[in-house]
C-alpha cells in the first residue's frame, strides 16, 4: 500500500478554483518530485496535504484520511513540513528552534549536526541573523527533528546561492541513501532533481499532466510544462 495517496484533490481559494484534479502516490522509502510552472497549483496541493485549507477528493497518509484532521495532527502523524520562504522562528536560537520541533525518533541534534554543521557551529545564534541559506538549512532541520515518515520540501533551494544549493542536494542525497526516508520535492531544478528523485508528477492549471521518472523528460516535455 503507498505511503500517500493523492486522487482527484480538488481545492478553492474563495471562488476560484485552484485544483481540478491532482493525483499521485507516494511510497515507503520514495523520493517523488512534484513540477510545473509557477502558479499550477504545487504549493497549495501542500497546503492541502498539510491540511491548511480545505480540499476535496482522497488524501490519505499511512491509511489514515487527512480531511478530518488539522495541521498539527498531520505533523505528528508522521509528515515534516519544510516550507517555502523558510520560516524559522526568528527571535529563537538555532538550538531553540530545532528543540520546539523535537519529538522522540532516529533524529537528534547531533544526527542533524552532522548532517548541516553549520548548525552546531551556530547553536547559539539568533535565526533572524543567520544568512538565507543557514536559515534553509535550520529549516530542514527542525523538520528532520519532529521524526517524520515523509519529509515535505517546498522550494528548499529557491533563491539560495549556487553553493548553498549545492549543499542542500547533497543533504537531500544524503538522507535519500542513508535513512531511505520518503520525501515530496517541489523544484524547478531538473538536473539536481534527477540525480535525487525516483519519480516525478507535473501539474499544469491544477492537474496532474504527466507521470514518470526524471531521466523521461525530454526536452519537449521540458519546454511545454516546465519552461518560462
Not at 497546503?47 to 477528493?57: A, D, F, T, V, Y
Not at 531538473?190 to 525516483?198: G, P, T, Y
Not at 507535473?202 to 519552461?227: H, N
Request: proline residues 4%; contains cysteine.
Amino acid at each position: 500500500m503507498s505511503l500517500l495517496q493523492v486522487r482527484g484533490l480538488t481545492a478553492r481559494y474563495g471562488a476560484a478554483q485552484a485544483l481540478f484534479g491532482v493525483d499521485f502516490t507516494l511510497a515507503e522509502g520514495e523520493v517523488l518530485a512534484l513540477m510545473g510552472r509557477n502558479g499550477m497549483g504545487k504549493s497549495t496541493s501542500v497546503k492541502c496535504l498539510c491540511r491548511m485549507m480545505p480540499s476535496s477528493g482522497v488524501l490519505t497518509f499511512a491509511g489514515r484520511d487527512l480531511h478530518p484532521l488539522r495541521s498539527h495532527e498531520v505533523g505528528r502523524l508522521g509528515i515534516g513540513l519544510v516550507p517555502e520562504g523558510r520560516r524559522c522562528f526568528a527571535d529563537l536560537s538555532v538550538l531553540e528552534n530545532l528543540t520546539a520541533a523535537a519529538r522522540p525518533g532516529f533524529w537528534d541534534m547531533a544526527k542533524v549536526g552532522n548532517l548541516f554543521p553549520r548548525l552546531s557551529e551556530r547553536q547559539g545564534q539568533i535565526a533572524r541573523s543567520l544568512s538565507g541559506g543557514e536559515q534553509q538549512m535550520l529549516a530542514i532541520g527542525r523538520a528532520l527533528m519532529t521524526n517524520p515518515r515523509l519529509l515535505v520540501l517546498d522550494e528548499a533551494t529557491e533563491g539560495l546561492a549556487p553553493i548553498v544549493r549545492q549543499e542542500i542536494w547533497s543533504a537531500l542525497t544524503v538522507l535519500k541513501r542513508e535513512t531511505g526516508m520518503a520525501m515530496l520535492i517541489i523544484d524547478k531544478s531538473l538536473k539536481e532533481l534527477r540525480a535525487v528523485a525516483d519519480r516525478a508528477v507535473i501539474l499544469e492549471r491544477g492537474r496532474s499532466v504527466w507521470m514518470g521518472a526524471p531521466e523521461q523528460i525530454t526536452a519537449e516535455i521540458a519546454g511545454k510544462y516546465l519552461g518560462v
